[in-house]
C-alpha cells in the first residue's frame, strides 16, 4: 500500500515576523512585546526620556525631600563629628581636588568589602570612591 | 557616609517604629500599615546583582546571580541584559557574559565605556530593612527605597551642559527606575540619589518622565547632603518615597519570606492582593500596568456569605486623553445589542467596579502624575498626564497549558475572536485593551 502523496511542507525553523517580511504590522505592537524587547525599550527609553525630563530643577529637594524638617543640632553634631574624622575629611578634599583614586587602584583589602558587613563590623572603609 | 550608615543603625526613632511590626510576616497584621514603619540601612551593592522574588520575572533585569561570587574588583559585572543581548533573548540566561568592552567601563575613561543602560543595578541603596526577620545575604529589588548612583567626575553629573540633551547618567538612573518601579509595586515614583565628584543631585522618576534637581556641592552644601541624608533616612516613610498613599502595605516591605500583600481600595471596596503580580509592565513612561490576583475584604459579618471570591485587580496610569477602561466596559454592559452590534459578550471580561482613583490629599481631585509634582518640575501639560485607573474584574484568564480538550481551546478562541476590531469597528479599544487575565 502506498503512503500519502501529499507532498512534504519545507520545515519550518523560524517564525517570521513582520519585519522580517519587510512589512509594515497590521496592528500595533503589543505592550508586552514592546517591553520585553531590550532592543527597543532601550531606545523608546532614550527617545520618549529626551522630551520628558527636566533638568536643574531648584526646588525638587526642598518640596520633596524638606530638608528644613532635620533640626539644627542634629546637623551640627554630625558635622562637628565630619569635621574630627580625619579620613572623611581628607576624602572630601580629595574629592574637591578631584583627586579621588578609582576602586581599582587602591589597595584590595581596603575597598573590598561585602555590603552585610555594614552593620557587623568596622573592616570597610568609607573613603574609597566607587564609579 | 559611614558614619551616617552607622546612625542609621542605632536610630532610636527607628526603633520605635518598628514596634509596630511585631506581626508574623505570615499572619498580616489589620491594624498596621508598613509603609510608615521607617527603618532603613544603606547597602553597597555596586558589585552585586539585586534579585527579585522566585517566580518574577522582569523583562531586562540582570537574573544570572551565579556570578555573584566571582567578583572583579573595579568593574561592575556584566550582566545578560547587555550589548551582547541585542540581538538574542531577553530572557533570564545562566550563560556567563564577558565584553572587554564592559570590563573597563569604570576606568574613569571615555574610551571602553559601556552603554549606560547596561548597568542596571546601582552602587548604593536605602533599603526597607525589617528586624522581625534574619538578614540574608543577597538584597532584592523590592527593598529599595532610594537608589544612589557614584561617579568619579563631575562632568558625569545628570544636568546636561546644554540643558536639554539626555545625560548618559539620567538615561542610566532612568533605566534602573523602570525596574524598580517594576519590582515594587504601587510606587508612583522612584527616588535616586547621585554623586559626581563633588557634585550631587537628587532626581525622580514617574511615568510622564523625570525631574533632575540643581547641582549641589558637596563642600558648601554639606549641610543641605546630610539633611537630605536624614531625611529619606529616618524620616519620610515609604509614601513620602513614592507609594501610592491609597494602599496599605500588610506585610513588611523590608521582609525576605513574604512578598508584600496590599490592601487596595477601589470605590466603596477593599481588596487584598495574592502573592506576586500576574503581570508587570517593564517601561517606564506609559501606563505603568500591574495585574493581580485580589479577594474582596469583608468584615466579620460579611465572611461566609460568599463574597470572598478572588478577582483580578488592574492597576495602571491611563492616558488622560483616553476613555477610562472602566468606561468602556460599563458602555458594552449597558448598551443593548442593536446599539452595540453585540450578540455576545461571552468574551468580555465581567466588569465588576473601577475608576479613576481619588487622591486622599485633595478631596474631589483624582490622582495624576502631576500630583506629587506640586511645587516643582514643568509645567503641566494636562494632554499629557496620566491618571492612576484600577479595574476589578471577575473573569480569570487560564493559561493555555490549562486547556483539557481542544474544543475549549476553540471555544476560548472564538470568545477572544468576538472582539475583533473587523466586526465591532466602534469598540476596538477592546482588544487592544485586553490584559492577562481577561481572555
Request: proline share 6%; with cysteine; net charge neutral.
Amino acid at each position: 500500500m502506498e503512503g500519502p502523496t501529499t507532498p512534504k511542507h519545507p520545515r519550518v525553523t523560524s517564525i517570521q515576523h513582520d519585519s522580517d517580511l519587510g512589512r509594515t504590522p497590521s496592528q500595533p505592537t503589543s505592550h508586552y512585546s514592546s517591553s520585553t524587547n531590550i532592543t527597543e525599550a532601550k531606545a523608546n527609553l532614550k527617545a520618549t526620556l529626551a522630551t520628558r525630563v527636566s533638568y536643574s530643577d531648584p526646588k525638587i529637594v526642598d518640596v520633596l525631600v524638606k530638608p528644613d524638617k532635620v533640626s539644627d543640632e542634629f546637623v551640627q553634631g554630625v558635622q562637628d563629628s565630619i569635621s574630627k574624622d580625619e579620613d572623611i575629611m581628607d576624602f572630601l578634599a580629595a574629592i574637591r581636588g578631584q583627586k579621588v583614586r578609582l576602586e581599582r587602584d587602591m589597595y584590595k583589602p581596603l575597598v573590598h568589602r561585602n555590603c552585610y558587613s555594614i552593620h557587623t563590623s568596622n573592616t570597610h572603609t568609607s573613603s574609597s570612591a566607587r564609579c | 557616609m559611614n558614619k551616617i550608615i552607622q546612625h542609621s543603625e542605632d536610630d532610636s526613632e527607628g526603633d520605635e517604629n518598628d514596634k509596630t511590626g511585631e506581626h508574623s510576616p505570615s499572619k498580616p497584621a489589620a491594624d498596621t500599615n508598613f509603609a510608615r514603619r521607617i527603618k532603613r540601612m544603606w547597602l553597597d551593592v555596586h558589585d552585586l546583582i539585586p534579585r527579585t522574588d522566585p517566580g518574577l520575572f522582569i523583562p531586562g533585569m540582570p537574573t544570572n546571580y551565579e556570578i555573584e561570587e566571582d567578583v572583579v574588583m573595579g568593574s561592575k559585572r556584566p550582566h545578560p541584559g547587555g550589548d551582547e543581548d541585542d540581538t538574542g533573548p531577553s530572557g533570564p540566561s545562566k550563560a556567563r557574559r564577558s565584553s572587554k568592552k564592559q570590563q573597563f567601563a569604570r576606568d574613569g575613561k571615555n574610551q571602553g565605556k559601556t552603554d549606560a543602560l547596561e548597568k542596571r543595578r546601582p552602587d548604593l541603596v536605602m533599603v526597607d530593612h525589617y528586624t522581625q526577620e534574619h538578614r540574608q545575604d543577597r538584597c532584592m529589588w523590592r527593598h529599595f527605597a532610594v537608589l544612589m548612583e557614584v561617579k568619579r567626575d563631575r562632568s558625569d553629573g545628570p544636568n546636561p551642559a546644554d540643558g536639554t540633551t539626555l545625560t548618559r547618567l539620567t538615561a542610566q538612573l532612568a533605566d534602573m527606575a523602570r525596574l524598580h518601579l517594576a519590582a515594587r509595586p504601587f510606587m508612583r515614583y522612584s527616588v535616586h540619589l547621585s554623586i559626581c565628584g563633588d557634585r550631587f543631585n537628587l532626581a525622580i522618576f514617574d511615568r510622564a518622565g523625570g525631574v533632575v534637581s540643581k547641582d549641589y556641592d558637596i563642600s558648601n552644601d554639606l549641610e543641605t547632603f546630610i539633611r537630605i541624608i536624614c531625611r529619606l533616612g529616618r524620616q519620610l516613610d515609604a509614601y513620602d518615597l513614592g507609594l501610592d498613599r491609597t494602599v496599605v502595605p500588610i506585610h513588611a516591605l523590608g521582609g525576605w519570606k513574604q512578598f508584600p500583600e496590599f490592601r487596595v481600595t477601589v470605590g466603596a471596596s477593599t481588596y487584598i492582593t495574592q502573592g506576586l503580580p500576574l503581570w508587570q509592565s517593564s517601561s517606564l513612561v506609559g501606563r505603568g500596568t500591574f495585574v493581580w490576583v485580589v479577594v474582596l475584604e469583608v468584615d466579620a459579618e460579611e465572611s461566609g456569605k460568599g463574597r470572598a471570591g478572588s478577582f483580578i485587580l488592574k492597576n495602571a496610569w491611563r492616558a488622560c486623553g483616553r476613555l477610562a477602561e472602566s468606561t468602556v466596559y460599563k458602555m458594552l454592559y449597558s448598551a443593548t445589542e442593536a446599539t452595540s452590534h453585540l450578540t455576545d459578550l461571552g468574551g468580555v471580561a465581567q466588569f465588576v467596579e473601577g475608576g479613576d482613583i481619588l487622591d486622599p490629599q485633595e478631596p474631589n481631585e483624582v490622582i495624576k502624575a502631576s500630583s506629587h509634582r506640586k511645587g516643582f518640575g514643568p509645567a503641566t501639560n494636562e494632554n499629557d498626564d496620566p491618571v492612576l485607573h484600577r479595574v476589578v474584574l471577575a473573569s480569570h484568564g487560564r493559561k493555555l497549558y490549562e486547556f483539557v480538550t481542544f474544543s475549549q481551546f476553540m471555544r476560548a478562541a472564538k470568545n477572544m475572536n468576538s472582539g475583533t476590531p473587523s466586526r465591532i469597528p466602534q469598540h476596538s479599544l477592546l482588544t487592544h485593551s485586553r490584559t492577562p487575565g481577561t481572555s
